[in-house]
């Protein structure tokens, strides 16, 4: 993968000669068998270290995962998806990794948009990059998913301070050192905005990167409903007070 440290940075879609070594994509998957396939097939045409945490599925997702990524990690029980991703970065950093990506499994990430994330970084700009919808595109998005994701946006910037765009999108890139600051305690959902406070707390310079949001009846219907976007903020309070 060349880099292009300039301001038009492209997708791509090159294969493993071309991706920096230490590349790791880790992608934490629940229940995600019909679709997490695909994903796999082509994130590991481009980037050679994929790394899969089952968490605690019980429709065979691991073992689709284990056909096509370079590494299956299972929880025997359903942790979370903040515990999923820190098993992943945590297992990566033990592999060497350089950068860590973190992709979801249900096909709303685009491949291309790897190298994008990874480009600031690569390029010394900054040590945590994350994709952002909204300076992007969204296709397909409801609206009142889109609105549920803007009154996430503020709920972010009032409890934490910083000023973002899009703060629960899971597509997001790591330098060695800015994953080794990352230490999610909040299991499930609310760990985006805990991310959130760690990048804050790093004092490691970050930034947010265009990407495309594909949203499919599939990946509508394992969605955040607005009660649950309500668990999530009183998770994520309740969380703050007690760790």
């Known amino acids: ?12 879609t090159r294969p493993h000669a071309d991706v920096p070594a230490g590349v790791f994509v880790v992608v934490p998957a ?14 590991r045409a481009v980037y050679p270290n994929v790394v899969v945490v089952d968490d605690g599925s019980t429709d065979g997702t691991a073992e689709v995962a284990r056909i096509a990524a370079t590494y299956v990690l299972r929880h025997p ?21 350089e950068f860590i990506v973190t992709f979801d499994a249900d096909g709303q990430h685009r491949v291309e948009d790897v190298a994008v994330l990874l480009s600031p970084i690569l390029c010394g700009e900054c040590d945590f990059t994350l994709g952002s919808r909204f300076l992007g595109t969204c296709v397909g998005i409801p609206p009142l998913r889109r609105k549920m994701l803007r009154l996430g946006v503020l709920f972010t910037r009032l409890v934490n301070g910083v000023n ?8 997001r890139a790591f330098s060695r050192r800015a994953a080794q600051r990352i ?9 985006a905005t805990e991310l959130i406070d760690q990048i804050r707390l790093s004092g490691l310079p970050f930034k947010e990167v265009p990407v495309q949001i594909r ?29």
Do not use: W
């Open 183 to 191: 230490n999610l305690r909040l299991d499930r959902m609310a760990h």
């Open 30 to 43: 629940y229940n995600e068998a019909p679709a997490i396939g695909a994903v796999l097939h082509e994130l």
């Open 164 to 171: 973002l765009t899009d703060a629960h999108n899971g597509f």
């Open 215 to 243: 949203y499919t009846p599939y990946s509508l219907r394992k969605g955040q409903s607005t009660r649950g976007a309500i668990r999530i903020a009183l998770h994520y309070l309740l969380g703050r007070v007690l760790l």
């Open 77 to 97: 029980i359903n942790c979370g998806q903040g515990a999923a991703l820190q098993t992943g970065i945590d297992f990566a950093l033990l592999q060497g990794a």
């Open 1 to 12: 993968m060349s880099v292009d440290c300039s301001n038009n940075i492209q997708p791509t």
